[in-house]
């Protein structure tokens, strides 16, 4: 189980990285990607990590 929520974990981050780094590209060109707007990208991106950190601690406080 604590394997799983780590890969998990990883891929949150990862994916989280990729999203950003595709929000702040739309951003600086004031264009759309896909039709989706930065503002998107970019929360999207808060809640992979936020929920990269709830599963972080969750981990912690089960051992």
Same mark, same amino acid.
């Given at each position: 189980m604590d394997k799983a929520v780590s890969v998990l974990i990883d891929l949150f981050i990862i994916v989280a990285a990729i999203v950003l780094i595709i929000g702040i590209i739309s951003r600086m060109t004031l264009n759309p990607i896909l039709g989706i707007e930065a503002q998107a990208f970019l929360q999207f991106a808060q809640a *992979?990590?936020?929920?990269?950190?709830?599963?972080?601690?969750?981990? *912690? *406080?089960?051992?």
């Amino acid at each position: 189980m604590d394997k799983a929520v780590s890969v998990l974990i990883d891929l949150f981050i990862i994916v989280a990285a990729i999203v950003l780094i595709i929000g702040i590209i739309s951003r600086m060109t004031l264009n759309p990607i896909l039709g989706i707007e930065a503002q998107a990208f970019l929360q999207f991106a808060q809640a *992979l990590l936020l929920f990269a950190i709830a599963g972080g601690i969750r981990q *912690l *406080l089960r051992k």
